[in-house]
């Protein structure tokens, strides 16, 4: 094909005619300036030299510097139009939380910016809860179903049809903690939860947006108390770290939690003293996933004791743990949050003794731990009860009783020829 | 029809109640409760995860995880026993051999 025949120059020209009528169509201010209360504003560009229209209107300011309005404008993680000035049009396909789940791909896993992080985030524990909803199919004899779906998980339960006992239990007592929920569609404390990267990563309030014009920015330094909106039931490893503790019924203490439980301060763990939160220890590789689908928290775990006592930042996976360094035979840790030095204590000589060598060091070291004994659950079919999963209300109420709790000595056990905790769960 | 079914599991976890100083030798030594027998009272049924012979008697969470056998249950808690009259760092437990003899308490193995 040559340009110098007529016929191909002519289509050429065509065409170009073509798209210049219909990006003046979608997109009135590209050539010149768009006109607002009578006075001519400059069509508004983010640092990359992409027109951003949405920002004619919205002022709002981010306080961080990746995700900064400069950087990304709106509708980089908010989708809608941002070459039109027509509102309608403008808002059209437009999401209020971006890192929900179900859309993240074209938002905060779009190639420019996050596309390693989707299939990791997917297949985590934290948006599968595949360990928990295996678990309670065992407990109520459905093996049944895991035999059919052998690797259930949480965007399953949205729609599948199913009379299973255990699912409803699931979906109505833990289906509020989990990645996938959908942020703000459950009421009360439950809004906060939920929603993909942001039920981690957002930090702020969402009054802001309206009374300071200030959006909640994103951060990587997820605070404790973020991961204990979900770690605060069952093992409630989340308060005890804290040095809080849940009386039977929730009845008694001098600290309320979120939803309304009273807690009790007891000894906090030394790591908490010393101003560590859980990122300090836990992997991004654990907390965010590794890409790999595993069938419990086990699984998962990479870090244990020995990762920093005894290996100098070694995991149990065979990775470095980029925050534990040594200098002078002695081992320090980088608080990720308070970027402070901590020394790593090597084991004392007890540690070491020929007696003990099949004891963990939690065996030894956790002095306590939350122990409900007699807990047991009813299901009245003829009431209702919220469906944390469909977002309503439907048929079978769960109750939870439980006859003693005590924050106690813990139990031990023997697995793998490893002495362990073990408490009632 | 009302339905019930039973089914105590106990679970392993990282209690996340990490102290400086680990638990003393009688803590664990002379405690029923730590090895799994139970508190022995009112909560004993539910509190006991196997017997005195190791087998066990609530379900658990892993694979691979049971009470104390049998024979570890006596190790343990013969030195519970010694604990009563020699202190925690007495020789007797550095030197400590599983056919030593207690001079005092001739019946115990």
Same mark, same amino acid.
């Given at each position: ?425 | ?29 002379? $405690? ?8 022995? +009272?009112? #909560? !004993? =049924?539910?509190?006991? @995860? %196997? ?9 658990? $969470? ?8 049998? +024979?570890? #249950? !006596? =190790?343990?808690?013969? @030195? %519970? ?29």
């Amino acid at each position: 094909m040559s340009l110098r025949r007529p016929i191909y120059a002519l289509s050429i020209f065509i065409i170009l005619v073509i798209f210049v009528l219909a990006l003046s169509q979608t997109f009135p201010f590209t050539l010149k300036s768009f006109k607002q209360g009578g006075q001519r504003r400059e069509v508004p560009l983010l640092t990359t030299g992409k027109p951003e229209g949405c920002l004619f209107c919205h002022e709002e300011k981010v306080e961080e510097k990746a995700h900064a309005r400069e950087m990304l404008g709106c509708s980089s993680c908010h989708l809608g139009n941002p070459l039109t000035v027509d509102y309608r049009a403008a808002h059209k396909g437009v999401v209020r939380n971006p890192s929900d789940l179900r859309i993240v791909h074209r938002t905060c896993g779009q190639a420019n910016c996050h596309p390693q992080d989707l299939n990791k985030v997917k297949n985590n524990l934290m948006t599968t809860n595949h360990g928990i909803i295996a678990r309670l199919l065992k407990v109520f004899g459905e093996e049944a179903i895991l035999k059919e779906h052998p690797n259930i998980r949480v965007g399953d339960l949205y729609h599948l049809k199913t009379s299973s006992l255990a699912i409803d239990y699931f979906k109505k007592l833990c289906g509020s903690c989990h990645l996938f929920l959908e942020k703000g569609r459950l009421p009360d404390f439950l809004a906060e939860k939920g929603g993909g990267c942001s039920a981690c990563h957002l930090v702020g309030k969402i009054a802001d947006l309206k009374t300071r014009k200030l959006h909640p920015r994103l951060s990587a330094k997820i605070p404790l108390d973020r991961c204990v909106l979900c770690h605060n039931r069952s093992g409630r490893i989340g308060f005890t770290y804290q040095g809080l503790y849940e009386d039977e019924q929730s009845g008694e203490g001098e600290v309320t939690f979120i939803d309304g439980r009273k807690l009790r301060r007891i000894e906090p763990d030394v790591h908490y003293k010393a101003g560590l939160h859980c990122i300090d220890c836990h992997t991004r590789d654990e907390v965010m996933g590794n890409g790999t689908f595993y069938r419990n928290i086990e699984e998962a775990l990479q870090v244990d004791c020995e990762a920093c006592h005894v290996r100098k930042g070694l995991t149990k996976a065979g990775t470095r743990l980029a925050n534990i360094v040594e200098r002078e035979g002695k081992v320090f840790q980088k608080g990720k949050l308070d970027e402070k030095w901590h020394v790593v204590k090597a084991p004392s000589k007890d540690c070491k003794d020929r007696f003990h060598k099949r004891l963990s060091c939690t065996a030894c070291h956790a002095k306590y731990v939350p122990q409900c004994y007699g807990c047991h659950v009813r299901h009245d079919p003829r009431e209702r009860h919220l469906d944390k999963i469909l977002g309503k209300e439907t048929k079978g109420l769960w109750e939870e009783h439980e006859s003693y709790r005590r924050i106690d000595e813990p139990t031990l056990a023997v697995k793998k020829e490893k002495i362990v905790v073990v408490t009632p769960g | 029809m009302a339905r019930y079914f039973e089914s105590i599991t106990f679970a392993q976890i990282e209690p996340h109640s990490t102290q400086r100083k680990g638990r003393s030798c009688k803590d664990c030594h002379q $405690n029923p409760k730590v090895v799994g027998l139970g508190y022995g +009272e009112g #909560l !004993d =049924r539910l509190t006991r @995860v %196997g017997d005195r012979e190791g087998r066990a008697l609530v379900r658990f $969470n892993r694979e691979g995880l049971r009470p104390f056998t049998k +024979e570890e #249950l !006596d =190790r343990i808690l013969k @030195v %519970g026993l010694c604990l009563s009259c020699h202190g925690e760092r007495d020789r007797i437990f550095k030197n400590w051999r599983s056919a030593l003899q207690c001079p005092e308490l001739k019946t115990l193995p």
